[in-house]
């Protein structure tokens, strides 16, 4: 029985299918019932990918400045001036995107774009959450690493239900370096999650390390001592918030970790940072988590 919403409107086959998907998607597979998939070119995922989006920190700059910052408040300044726009970081090229209810005229070009492909689809909520990948793409990084296509086909497609999961109906993310920094590293913590126990893990990790330095975030997460990368005033601080979260959404937010790990309460911080009143504390947070996070990898 067809569960999800996958359609390619390129010439490349899609060399992995439904069952593929779905015999690993464990947690995130009410996530992917609700996310329809285009397989597009390279043109129009380029097309569709903000350009305010295309940024990410040059991790030589950032390796210079661990060295020598005196403060926090000195370190925040120098890391801004190491972001590098897309297109002098030759690493980044786009190969997926999550859009959350994309508007008009991008629900329209999509519409066209299928409809020139003689693609059937029949509701509108289909457009509620749009993923693109671009196979082509995928397939050439997967190449020039040596790794299986198939594994990095899946790899950006489940990168991509994981900001579905990350994401709630009040955002659709990432304003600022620190917000990249914990979605991107979230993101592929959950494509590790769902790997974990693959014999492709070896693949998914070489994927992941060919990325810019947000991405590889994610390890930071992974430590026997993940309490390291938080600032030590970190549970005093929170404590409120935390105990909250916890008691409210402990079943809804931690299908595959204990409640009392870390990464799941940074998760589910993460996850419901509109449900709180905007306080300028939780923005410092979000701050610190992504510097602790870069310093524990770099
Ligand atoms: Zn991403």
New binding site residues.
């Given amino acids: 029985m067809s569960t999800l919403r996958i359609y390619n409107t390129t010439k490349v086959p899609l060399i992995f299918n439904e069952d593929d998907v779905l015999s690993k998607s464990k947690f995130l597979t009410p996530v992917a019932q609700k996310c329809t998939v285009i397989a597009v070119d390279e043109d129009v995922i380029d097309e569709f990918y903000p350009p305010e989006k295309r940024k990410s920190l040059d991790e030589e700059c950032l390796r210079e400045i661990l060295k020598s910052y005196r403060n926090i408040e000195e370190l925040e300044d120098m890391i801004e001036n190491c972001e590098k726009d897309f297109e002098i970081s030759s690493k980044f090229v786009a190969v997926g995107l999550f859009m959350c209810k994309p508007n008009y005229d991008k629900v329209e070009k999509l519409e066209e774009i299928l409809n020139k492909n003689k693609i059937k689809y029949n509701s509108r909520d289909i457009w509620e959450n749009v993923i693109l990948i671009c196979p082509e793409r995928i397939n050439g990084w997967a190449n020039k690493l040596n790794v299986s296509q198939k594994i990095a086909n899946l790899k950006v497609l489940f ?1 991509e239900y994981a ?1 579905a999961y990350l994401c709630n109906d009040r955002n659709n993310y990432l304003g600022t370096w620190y917000e990249k920094v914990v979605e ?1 590293g979230l ?1 592929n913590y959950i494509v590790i999650e769902i790997f974990k126990n693959s014999r492709y893990k070896s693949h998914i990790n070489k994927l992941i390390l060919s990325q810019p330095v947000e991405y590889k975030t994610c390890y930071a997460y992974l430590h026997d001592n993940v309490l390291k990368i938080l600032p030590p005033n970190f549970f005093y601080k929170h404590f409120e918030r935390i105990k909250f979260l916890l008691r409210r959404y402990s079943m809804v937010l931690f299908p595959f970790l204990s409640v009392y790990h870390v990464h799941g309460e940074i998760l589910s911080l993460w996850k419901n940072r509109y449900l709180f009143e905007p306080e300028e504390d939780f923005d410092e947070l979000i701050k610190l988590i992504a510097i602790s996070s870069l310093k524990e990898i770099i």
Avoid: D
């Fill in positions: 990168h900001h991107e993101a």
